[in-house]
Antibody, heavy 117, light 110 residues
């Protein structure tokens, strides 16, 4: 059974930093692109970033480019999202998900990031 | 990349059908064979129900039907049931392995 478990969310002040982690199991982690999708409270889904199987290609949405860094550790079956210079508009539930054959087919339960003073 | 446009809400009685539209552009839906639909119940993670425009994920009943014409994709749910009450999001693969989601539609079974 595919499982994705996020951790690392919490309350952070504007301008602060936070690192999200995602532990994957139940599939060959190193064989798939992985992605983060976020959802602000009461709002829709927003694709944030994704990373190729070997980490050689990474893509970000425009508003997080230069502030967020996505990386993975295939030996640990883990995905990470380092978030710097956080803004109020980054407040959201962040979902770790598998990006398989051009569809996002498995999702974690999400971790809430709140940016507020 | 701007979000794809969906109606905020749709409703139908049990047994009726409802169709949700998802309008994009020639840069996303119009040029992509990789349009997906996601169902999200309150407090839960989204679940993919349709992928590659028309294909149903394993276990999804054939009451769910996906289609596309030009820059607009559609999801039709026939024979509405109470469990279909949820938020629905479309998504399109765009260039450079990125995705864009729709604004979301809340389906109510009245």
């Amino acid at each position: 059974e595919v499982q994705l478990v996020e951790s690392g969310g919490g309350l952070v002040q504007p301008g602060g930093s936070l690192t999200l982690s995602c532990a994957a199991s139940g599939f060959v982690f190193s064989s798939d692109w992985m992605t983060w999708v976020r959802q602000a409270p009461g709002r829709g889904l927003e694709w944030v970033a994704n990373i190729k199987q070997d980490g050689s290609k990474i893509y970000y949405m425009d508003s997080v480019e230069g502030r967020f860094t996505l990386f993975r550790d295939n030996a640990k079956n883990s995905l990470y999202l380092l978030m710097n210079s956080l803004r109020a508009e980054d407040t959201a539930v962040y979902y770790c998900a598998r990006d398989h054959d051009y569809k996002i087919d498995y999702w974690g339960q999400g971790t809430l990031v709140t940016v507020s003073s | 990349q701007s979000a794809l446009t969906q109606p905020p809400s749709a409703s139908g009685s049990p047994g009726q059908s409802v169709t949700i539209s998802c309008t994009g552009s020639s840069s996303d839906i119009g040029s992509s064979n990789y349009v997906s639909w996601y169902q999200q119940h309150p407090g839960k993670a989204p679940k993919v129900i349709i992928y590659e425009v028309t294909k149903r994920t394993s276990g999804v009943p054939d009451r769910f039907f996906g289609s596309k014409s030009g820059n607009t994709a559609s999801l039709t749910v026939s024979g509405l049931q109470g469990e279909d009450e949820a938020d629905y999001y479309c998504s399109s693969y765009v260039a450079h392995n990125t995705y864009v989601f729709g604004t979301g539609t809340k389906v109510t079974v009245v």
